[in-house]
């Protein structure tokens, strides 16, 4: 059962009258934490240890006597020994006492089991945190049911291994690290099998998680992250922002793709198979004649998840998309909080977000600028949960 949104919300009486920005440190953290100072709110970073130096040293911020911030962007860092530490009593206790408005990242998502963030986690969260589960391919209840709700394009899945018959791509999770990906591509059942029982050899993949894997007809074309942001505090027909377009950097497919192809067969057997591991991101936009369709997307999602998870989406989602020869989009990958690539735009703002508001408008200000308008409108309570 998740914590009944009333209880959260009645939380925010005993809060000051500016609360404070918080974020599991890790992901896309700095991106909140710079767009709440600039919009005028204090922040908290939720580290742990041995992880915390980047937000408590390097980008820990100063303010002149008034308050002004003249460096850096993380007001307080709390030090656990396990970002997990945060359901315990002290910690959340420790949060509500200084205001904390809780953004959702993929951190919190990996590190926090979602059951957990949905019904221990007392702590008022800026986003949709009963739709957060939902990111967990391997779970009953994922993305893929609600992108079929939306009549959204999405790959076609393959079955079984025995049904390959042309190139796909296996989404199983990295065997011990929460953030990453085992998947590979592979084009005959014959290929799944090396492939996999390399990976399983190389402790990157479990063998107990080969059954549950999603197997994907493969895309080919340009990968692009669509960072929407949904506003409840809009009328309906103005509430859906598409912020900026991202790509990501991954090791060691991105190097091994700049080889040439004698040099990649030459390889030893082991680095053959490229990782899918996450290490940057780069900016995007979207030729014109395409965004009217993402649009449409993002519209038909926003309206499937208030549907089918009320209140639906609140604030930052990510639709990840390939766009293959024929101009047409498909959805292989959802982010139901901010995503993870919006770092790029931290200061100079996304471009799309920017010629909306006029200003430079990254996602970490676009959440705290809805705190600050909903503030001002006595309405914070619609967007926590």
Known sequence: MVVDRTKIQALLKEY????????????????VFDGAVTEGFGTLAICQRGRERTYSHYFRSERDPSGVPIRGCVDQALVYDAFGDILKKDAQSKLRELGALLVPNRALSSYVEASSIEKDLEVPILGSRAMLKLEERQEKENYYGLLQKAGLPFPAQVPDPSAID?????????????????????????????????????????????????IE?????????????????????EGLELLGIDERRESSLDGLVRLPSDQQLSLPDKERIPGFRVVGHGSLTLRESLLEEAFRMGEKFVDAARENYDPGIIGPFCLQTAVDRDGKFSIFDVSLRIGGGTNIHMALGHPYGNTLWRVPMSTGRRIALEVRTAIADGALAKVVT
């Open 16 to 31: 000051p009258e500016m609360p404070v920005i918080a974020a599991v440190a890790s992901h896309s953290a700095l991106d």
């Open 166 to 214: 042309g190139l796909c791509v296996v989404k199983v999770p990295h065997a011990d690290k929460p953030l990453e990906r085992g998947f590979f591509t592979c084009a005959t059942p014959e290929e799944f099998q090396k492939k996999s029982r390399a990976l399983v050899a190389q402790k990157v993949v479990r063998e107990s998680d080969l059954p549950k894997a999603r």
């Open 217 to 237: 007809k493969y895309v080919i074309g340009p990968v692009f992250n669509l960072n929407f942001f949904f506003s409840p505090l809009a009328p309906r027909f």
